[in-house]
């Protein structure tokens, strides 16, 4: 069992940045982690993975970077270059090495609450 908690959400205007955090209460060494986010009305969406291999969705390509730090159990998401866009509730997410695939929602076991990125233009 691993519990994610996120933190670093907020509101920003256009243009700026905000780093996200993500704390999972266990190891995570040998795990894939992905930072994922849900605007209104919309569906939930891959934002960024990082397995093996890191996979960025194409709207944030340049612009958001995912590092990890295994020895403190963190995800961090770094976000620069804000757009009106990118508001809405941000997960944290993982699954172990070898269960589904990085880039599927739908492989994820472990989930945090979210934190709420607000975007002003």
């Known amino acids: 069992q691993v519990q994610l908690v996120e933190s670093g959400g907020g509101l920003v205007q256009a243009g700026g940045s905000l780093r996200l955090s993500c704390a999972a209460s266990?190891?995570?060494?040998?795990?894939?982690m992905g930072w994922f986010r849900q605007a209104p009305g919309l569906e939930r969406e891959l934002v960024v993975a990082?397995?093996?291999?890191?996979v960025y969705a194409d709207s944030v390509k340049g612009r958001f970077t995912i590092s990890r730090d295994n020895a403190k159990n963190t995800v961090y998401l770094q976000m620069s270059s804000l757009k009106p866009e990118d508001t809405a509730v941000y997960y944290c997410?993982?699954?172990?090495?070898?269960?589904?695939?990085?880039?599927?929602?739908?492989?994820?076991?472990?989930w945090g609450q979210g934190t709420q990125v607000s975007v002003s233009t």
């Open positions: 990082v397995g093996r291999n890191t």
């Open positions: 266990g190891r995570i060494r040998n795990y894939y």
């Open positions: 997410a993982t699954s172990p090495l070898g269960v589904g695939q990085p880039r599927a929602i739908r492989s994820y076991i472990y």
